[in-house]
């Protein structure tokens, strides 16, 4: 993820509740994230005016790909993902997600994150979601930390705005 898209006092490395922020992102700027404005849904909104989304037409989100060396020169052993989530309805589904992935070979190594579904459970409303993921202890500093929302079996949109990933341990 770039830097960028972070304000001023949220850049990545930076203490914010003694956590060290990889990426923050309201999504009104996209840098660090692959850009594709069929990705992006503006008017509902979070914050602001942009969310990303997935629906039957995008079954992955814009995407935050970062070395994981460049998010901090400590080994990561906890990272807190949280986001605020819009479902509309039960149909919507979908799963806010890390993967940490070989920089050789590209495949995955690991992979959590938070199943929309099981959490968010008020419908036509955003509500804050948060989990700590524990990394495995075979992760490197040349692996890549990827963030996306996966469409997963929605058969209903999904809509996620104000991420954020922070190291927590």
């Known amino acids: ?24 992102n309201d999504f009104e ?6 850009v594709d404005p069929g990705y992006l849904d503006r008017g509902r909104a979070h914050s602001g005016q942009y969310a990303i989304k997935v629906d039957q037409g995008h079954e992955f989100s814009l995407t935050f790909d970062m070395v994981l060396g ?6 990561i052993k906890v990272v807190n993902l949280e986001a605020w989530a819009f479902l509309p309805s039960e149909r919507a589904t979908g799963m806010l997600g890390i993967q940490i992935m070989d920089s050789g070979t590209g495949q995955q190594v690991f992979g959590d994150g938070i199943r929309l579904g099981e959490v968010v459970k008020s ?11 524990t990394l495995p202890d075979n992760i490197t500093a040349i692996q890549h930390i990827r963030l996306s929302l996966w469409r997963a079996d929605a058969s209903d949109y999904v809509l996620v705005d104000d991420v954020k990933l922070s190291v927590k341990e």
């Open 1 to 24: 993820m770039a830097l960028g898209a972070c304000s001023a006092d949220q850049k990545a490395g930076s203490g914010l509740s003694g956590a060290k922020i990889i990426t923050a």
């Open 29 to 34: 700027s996209t840098a660090g994230w692959n």
């Open 70 to 75: 460049q998010a901090t020169p400590t080994k």
């Open 123 to 133: 419908y036509g409303e955003w509500v804050h979601i948060s989990k700590d993921i």
